[in-house]
T-cell receptor
Framework: GAVVSQHPSWVICKSGTSVKIECRSL??????MFWYRQFPKQSLMLMAT?????????EQGVEKDKFLINHASLTLSTLTVTSAHPEDSSFYIC??????????FGPGTRLTVT | QKEVEQNSGPLSVPEGAIASLNCTYS??????FFWYRQYSGKSPELIMS????GDKEDGRFTAQLNKASQYVSLLIRDSQPSDSATYLC??????????FGAGTTVTVRA
C-alpha cells in the first residue's frame, strides 16, 4: 500500500495568525511531495513541489513567502500558511510521489480563517 | 503543461450498468496514465494506473490505453451507488507534476 497522512484534518484560525500543516508518507519514502489547494466545486490547483533537502518550487501566482514549505525528511513535508486571511480558507491536500510517477494523496486539511 | 481532456459530464447511469469514461492527452510521449476517484469533500484516491497499450482490469474497473490514438478510458462494470464520484484522468510530466483532466462526475442511480 501507499498511505499518506495529513495533520490536522481541519483547523480554524484567526486572521493574521499562521497555521502549519504536516504531510507524512507512512509506508514509503517520498523524495517529492506536492501541495494542492481546492476550492469548493473547483479543480485541484497545484501550489508547489516539495523536494527533500532542497527548496520548494512554486507555481506561478503562489506567494512563496506566504506559503512556506519545508521537506525536512523523506517522509515529512510541511506547509505553513503565514498571516492567514479569510481568502486563504480552502481545502489543502498534499500528495507524495512513490516510484517514477504515481502520486498518493493525503486526506486533506480543511482550513477556515475567521 | 500537458493537456488532458475528459468527456464532459455529468454521467448518470443506473445501478448495475457500465459507466464509460474517456480521456485524451496531447503529449504523444506520455508513458504513464492514472485514474483517480474523488468523492465530494474528500481527496483524490488512485484507483488505476496503466502504462501499456491494451486493457488492465482490477475488480470492476478496466482501464484501456491506446497510445496511437492518445486516449485512455475507464470502464466501471456493475456500477454501484458507491461509485458516485468525480473521476480524474491524470498524466505526469517530466517534472513529475500531474496534469489533470477537468473530471467527470458520475452518478449511479439506485
Amino acid at each position: 500500500g501507499a498511505v499518506v497522512s495529513q495533520h490536522p484534518s481541519w483547523v480554524i484560525c484567526k486572521s493574521g495568525t499562521s497555521v502549519k500543516i504536516e504531510c507524512r508518507s507512512l509506508d514509503f519514502q517520498a523524495t517529492t511531495m506536492f501541495w494542492y489547494r481546492q476550492f469548493p466545486k473547483q479543480s485541484l490547483m497545484l501550489m508547489a513541489t516539495s523536494n527533500e533537502g532542497s527548496k520548494a518550487t512554486y507555481e506561478q501566482g503562489v506567494e512563496k513567502d506566504k506559503f512556506l514549505i519545508n521537506h525536512a525528511s523523506l517522509t515529512l513535508s510541511t506547509l505553513t500558511v503565514t498571516s492567514a486571511h479569510p481568502e486563504d480558507s480552502s481545502f489543502y491536500i498534499c500528495s507524495a510521489r512513490k516510484g517514477p510517477f504515481e502520486q498518493y494523496f493525503g486526506p486533506g486539511t480543511r482550513l477556515t480563517v475567521t | 503543461q500537458k493537456e488532458v481532456e475528459q468527456n464532459s459530464g455529468p454521467l448518470s447511469v443506473p445501478e448495475g450498468a457500465i459507466a464509460s469514461l474517456n480521456c485524451t492527452y496531447s503529449d504523444r510521449g506520455s508513458q504513464s496514465f492514472f485514474w483517480y476517484r474523488q468523492y465530494s469533500g474528500k481527496s483524490p484516491e488512485l484507483i488505476m494506473s496503466i502504462y501499456s497499450n491494451g486493457d488492465k482490469e482490477d475488480g470492476r474497473f478496466t482501464a484501456q490505453l491506446n497510445k496511437a490514438s492518445q486516449y485512455v478510458s475507464l470502464l466501471i462494470r456493475d456500477s454501484q451507488p458507491s461509485d458516485s464520484a468525480t473521476y480524474l484522468c491524470a498524466v505526469p510530466g517530466n517534472d513529475y507534476k500531474l496534469s489533470f483532466g477537468a473530471g467527470t462526475t458520475v452518478t449511479v442511480r439506485a
